[in-house]
């Protein structure tokens, strides 16, 4: 029989969502013991999954054991305690049961009249990250995917702001340690490579300040038009954070815009030592954060703040005639006219009823262990011997290499060790040469697990040399 209605029984409906819950609740009481990760032959697991679209349905519990068998152990585990790779993602079960409402539900959060009580919500979690951010009342966002669309979102304002329609001789400065969703930022909203001054960073990968003024002293006198500055609240790389204070004076000075990509590291500022390595940061004109990385929430989940939301409002809000029953009343908030979505989902759901669960004093603290795991890192490897911090510990980031190998080696290490499935790090460039890279943002990572990584690469390595 065909299921024209796509619906199930209240019962049927109750034993497939089980089924679901006890997957992840099975899954998170035996997470440490599961492998860190896998990754799939695409010889292998691409023939298996074709086959035609199917006419007719079958049993959840059949489609279940296809992805149990096929999809779901084919996967970076970001919730393991031993991911170490790029920026984990150790979300809480609290936001994935506010995902599963704002999905179980097919809450609309474009406009006021399609989910005011969502737009409210929004507003009020917004203004939690404002406030925690230091930005004044003026300021102002709302949730997106993540950094890359929060960064672009903002790049676009202040493309508006600054330069209007002429992008002739615009210049943009950042490190060449921003992260790479800036670059594609600027390429999307119409900038090319003769727009985009990338400038070298110091002894601690940080933009300088001294470098940067002259070069901006430099293009203004050559007839430039520089305009902005994207300052890092924390790399990929090494968790590095420029000097905001300085730079947000030099912005200020000179009549740039300054954003922060913040993304891994700005929500970091709840915490004592995150809001002293980020002194600075409330001063930028806008700023991207993910609190799918640093606010344990599962992806997607990005935020974009401005220090005057209007900004946003003048560079997004477009009035067509079929939408012309949300703009009646000026006092509703409709969050499509400060971005690029109309049609969005409800992610201020997750971050809202977390924060409410838990509170905040449980996720300064969870960072505050993010920045010690990775100390320790640092100490367990300066007793090591032949190895090698080439960046300490910083932002819960700390990258290093086997002294006695070649680049090749310090790759090996790193598919040698997702190969043997107890943990995962990943590799990057620093100083033109390739290093192994630790971000310890899990809360519920042990200084054992640390440990435990530290000398099975130890161990590795030696055999590898």
């Excluded at 279940?64 to 919730?79: C, I």
């Excluded at 230091?134 to 102002?140: A, I, L, S, V």
């Excluded at 005057?308 to 409002?313: H, P, R, S, V």
């Excluded at 029953?325 to 971050?351: M, S, W």
Aim: proline content about 5%.
């Amino acid at each position: 029989m065909i299921n024209h209605k796509l619906e199930f029984s209240p019962e049927e409906m109750r034993a497939m969502g089980y089924r679901v819950i006890d997957m992840l609740v099975d899954e998170a009481a035996n997470r440490r013991d599961q492998r860190v990760g896998q990754k799939a032959d695409p010889t292998v697991i691409r023939p298996a999954l074709r086959e035609p679209v199917p006419a007719a349905g079958i049993p959840f519990e059949e489609a279940m054991a296809q992805l149990n068998r096929e999809v779901l152990p084919n996967r970076l585990n970001l919730l393991h305690p031993r991911f170490f790779a790029f920026v984990p993602g150790p979300s809480n079960y609290v936001g994935v049961l506010g995902d599963l409402m704002a999905v179980g539900l097919n809450v609309f959060n474009g406009s006021w009249l399609g989910g005011s009580g969502a737009a409210a919500l929004e507003l009020q979690t917004i203004d939690w990250l404002r406030e925690l951010c230091g930005f004044p009342e003026t300021g102002g966002g709302l949730f997106v995917s993540g950094g890359s669309l929060a960064n672009l979102t903002a790049l676009a304002v202040a493309r508006d702001v600054k330069l209007g329609g002429n992008f002739e001789g615009a210049r943009v400065y950042f490190s060449d340690q921003t992260h790479s969703s800036v670059e594609k930022a600027l390429r999307v909203i119409g900038f090319r490579s003769e727009h985009i001054v990338k400038l070298p960073v110091d002894g601690e990968f940080r933009l300088v300040v001294g470098e940067l003024e002259a070069r901006i002293a430099a293009d203004r006198a050559a007839g430039l038009r520089p305009f902005c500055v994207i300052a890092n609240g924390g790399t990929t790389n090494t968790g590095a954070v420029d000097p905001l204070a300085e730079i947000a004076a030099l912005t200020r000075r000179e009549g740039l815009w300054m954003h922060v990509d913040g993304a891994y590291g700005a929500a970091s500022v709840i915490s004592d030592r995150g809001r002293e390595i980020l002194r600075g940061i409330e001063l930028a004109d806008s700023l991207s954060l993910d609190p799918h990385k640093w606010l344990f929430q599962p992806i997607e989940c990005g935020c974009v703040l401005l220090r005057d939301a209007a900004m946003l409002k003048a560079a997004y809000r477009i009035l067509p005639d079929y939408l012309k029953d949300i703009h009646r009343n000026a006092q509703e908030v409709n969050p499509c006219d400060y971005g690029i979505q109309l049609t969005r989902g409800f992610r201020a759901l997750k971050v809202w009823l977390s924060l409410k669960v838990f509170g905040l004093d449980a996720f300064r603290a969870a960072i505050t262990r993010g920045f010690e795991l990775a100390e320790h890192a640092q100490r367990c490897l300066e007793a090591m011997p032949d190895w090698e911090v080439v960046a300490p510990a910083n932002m819960a980031t700390v990258s290093f290499r086997y002294a006695k190998g070649d680049d090749a080696l310090q790759t090996a290490l790193m598919e040698t060790l997702l190969a043997d499935g107890y943990a995962m790090v990943s590799t990057t460039m620093l100083r033109g040469h390739t290093v192994v890279r630790m971000c310890t943002i899990n809360p519920r990572t042990t200084e054992q697990d640390i440990e435990g990584t530290l000398a099975k690469l130890d161990q590795m390595a030696r055999a590898l040399a």
